[in-house]
């Protein structure tokens, strides 16, 4: 089993629709790479369109690259991401985050194609990792990227539907990821194809954990059915777990996630999180800067654990030349 961990690498508070788009959050990540080089884990950057414009960002990533202690890997905003249209939904930093998933063939093949195209001109290499924001992500997505050169995908969420989640048409939510797992598979078409590395997120609690079936039904009715809501709040606190460093984590629960995998003989832990999350302020996540200071506890006693684990780390597109061979 190797670890994968990817950062969403994308301007500050993107919780917050419309805003003016900053980036002052790039400025945290030196501390974390610091971090990543003591423990040997190379960090797969999924980056945005605006990252691309950033001379700090250009300057660091370009660095990293250079000492190959890390990926570059793209990460689509679509509301970021040239072309724009002048309606709602479709203008640059909009206030509605479209899905991938709600653009049309074109459009999205467009974006995509602009944004590999900065990212190789800002950063010196073509990306072969892809995560679509919001997970907006489906099989013409996969087409388009195994089109664009792209080998692998990491935006399929195992258990958790988006549905709900609106983008810009009322009537249409996010993709449904309840009956995915974990584990890899590929998207096949008739000239190419293209690696699917989920996030890593597993339930871990009996029964849910035994029967797949079992879990993708109560993923799917907890969120209108009160008895359910009920055994949430007692039984299945968290479930399905992230691999994520939420507030809400400790490192028995990490420990939990690991053991898990391990009995189901997953082959990759792929975490992941947003370069936000790094500065006091900046996420929904982390408000001030003694949060940031537990995550770095929580993330240093993740790492030493893979450690003791003897779990080795691997960016995302070499897991999947890896996994292809």
Request: hydrophobic content about 40%; some cysteine; glycine content about 4%.
């Amino acid at each position: 089993m190797k670890f994968i961990i990817t950062i969403d690498t994308e301007a500050d508070n993107q919780w917050d629709h419309g805003r003016e788009l900053t980036v002052e959050n790039i400025k945290y990540i030196p501390r974390f790479q610091d971090l990543c080089n003591k423990y040997q884990i190379r960090p797969t950057y999924l980056v945005t369109s605006e990252i691309c414009k950033d001379p700090f960002s250009i300057d660091i990533f370009r660095q990293y690259l250079s000492h190959n202690t890390a990926e570059i890997g793209a990460h689509l905003h679509s509301w970021t991401t040239a072309p724009f249209q002048d309606r709602d939904g479709y203008r640059f930093n909009d206030s509605k985050h479209a899905f991938a998933t709600d653009l049309t063939e074109n459009l999205i093949n467009e974006k995509i194609r602009n944004l590999t195209l900065e990212i190789e001109e800002s950063f010196g290499r073509r990306p072969l990792s892809f995560r679509s924001g919001r997970f907006g992500f489906n099989k013409t997505v996969a087409k388009i990227l195994a089109e664009n050169s792209y080998i692998v995908d990491s935006s399929v969420t195992p258990y958790v539907s988006w549905a709900q989640k609106r983008g810009i048409h009322s009537e249409i939510g996010g993709p449904d990821f309840l009956n995915f797992t974990p584990f890899p598979f590929e998207y096949k078409f008739s000239d190419n194809s293209l690696l699917e590395i989920p996030i890593t997120i597993l339930p871990t609690k009996f029964p849910l954990n035994k029967n797949k079936k079992i879990a993708q039904q109560y993923f799917k009715y907890v969120p209108d059915n009160i008895i359910l809501k009920i055994f949430r709040k007692i039984i299945f606190k968290n479930q399905p777990l992230w691999l994520r460093p939420f507030p809400q984590m400790s490192i028995e629960s990490f420990e939990e996630l690991i053991n898990e995998a391990n009995r189901i003989k997953l082959p990759f832990l792929v975490m992941m999180f947003h370069s936000s999350e790094l500065m006091p302020g900046c996420s929904i996540y982390r408000s001030k800067n003694e949060d940031i200071e537990q995550l770095y506890v929580l993330l240093e006693s993740f790492f030493a654990l893979l450690k003791e684990k003897n779990i080795k780390c691997s960016v995302l597109s070499e897991a999947a030349k890896n996994l292809i061979k």
